[in-house]
């Protein structure tokens, strides 16, 4: 029976800090796939009996708090990268520390996006009502509104942390050169080439 290798540890890092980090946004989607395959158009009523918008709001409460929390996303997503370099991966590292700052936030003002109607009033203030599948939505809907300069007051400093530490990765996950050959091994090497 062949003994199975354990994964490396720099993958478990890296996949726990992407849970972490996209976990609730996936959720988040989930709610919204649910209430595109039952095609219940976004609006006031029930959405085919069930009351997905609860949920909705629940799973972007939740997504809100992992994805407006500048100083977390950024620390796991240096967290993410540093698993990566140390796997030997800098190519990966770097799109995490582009990427996983701002997608948690992103995810989820798109599902709000996608699921705004007329008379559904959203915006950076808070005023105005949105009810969705038979759920008010509350600040849950209005959060998505101040995503664009959250996304644009973190994107140039996660840019600068990106180049940074990539180019500390690099030089952590590049090839490193063979040994030199030892003289007799040369010798050896000759022996065996000669006719």
């Not at 997503?77 to 800098?90: E, H, K, N």
Request: proline share 9%; glycine share 10%; net charge positive.
């Amino acid at each position: 029976m062949p003994i199975r290798e354990r994964p490396p540890v720099a993958l478990i890092i890296w996949a726990l800090c992407l849970a972490i980090l996209l976990g609730p946004s996936l959720l988040v989607w989930i709610i919204r796939g649910v209430g595109f395959a039952a095609q219940c158009a976004p609006g006031p009523d029930l959405c085919r009996g069930m009351a997905l918008g609860g949920g909705l709001r629940d799973a972007l409460t939740l997504a809100w708090g992992i994805g407006t929390d500048i100083l977390l996303t950024v620390a796991l997503a240096t967290i993410a990268a540093v698993a990566c370099f140390t796997g030997r991966r800098a190519l990966t590292g770097t799109i995490c520390l582009v990427l996983l700052p701002i997608l948690p936030a992103l995810l989820p003002m798109f599902a709000v996006v996608v699921s705004r109607y007329d008379g559904c009033e959203i915006n950076a203030d808070g005023i105005g009502t949105c009810v969705l599948w038979g759920a008010t939505m509350g600040r849950s809907f209005h959060i998505a509104a101040t995503i664009p300069d959250l996304v644009y007051s973190v994107l140039p400093f996660t840019l600068a942390l990106a180049l940074v530490v990539s180019v500390i990765g690099w030089f952590l996950a590049r090839p490193k050169p063979p040994p030199p050959m030892h003289a007799t091994a040369r010798i050896r090497r000759f022996e065996d080439d000669s006719p």
